[in-house]
């Protein structure tokens, strides 16, 4: 799967937004991150969302998610959940892993 996005990333794109890296390769999220979303009581999963940054990058962004699969952010407007939402990962590009059989 991440062979065939990768060789298909620019030619999905718009031909004014190839060659952008609009899309990223991944993102690398902390343990203290993911385990500080785990640890809210009732969570039992996390969901990632997919957003766009003002320079037109997309991110994943983490959210736990309880056991009715409802995301848990506990009535906040979407400008206030910097607490519940993790998107501060690091992207690929420009940072990327060492190579693996996921990312060659």
């Known amino acids: 799967m991440t062979t065939l ?3 298909q990333m620019d030619t999905i ?3 004014e937004y190839k060659g952008q890296d609009i899309l990223a390769k991944s993102e ?3 343990k203290e991150q993911v385990e500080k979303l ?3 009581p009732g ?3 996390l969901r990632v ?8 990058k997309v991110h994943a962004l983490l959210v736990g998610v309880n056991d009715r699969g409802e995301d848990m952010l506990n009535g906040s407007s ?3 959940i910097e ?3 993790i998107e501060d990962a690091k992207r690929c590009p420009p940072d990327c892993p060492p190579s693996s059989p996921l990312n060659s």
């Open 43 to 45: 969570c039992s999963q």
């Open 5 to 7: 996005y990768r060789a």
């Open 78 to 80: 979407l400008t206030n």
């Open 83 to 85: 607490e519940e939402v």
């Open 28 to 30: 690398l999220f902390s």
């Open 49 to 56: 969302y997919y957003g766009m940054s003002q320079d037109l």
């Open 13 to 15: 794109l718009a031909d």
């Open 38 to 40: 785990l640890a809210n």
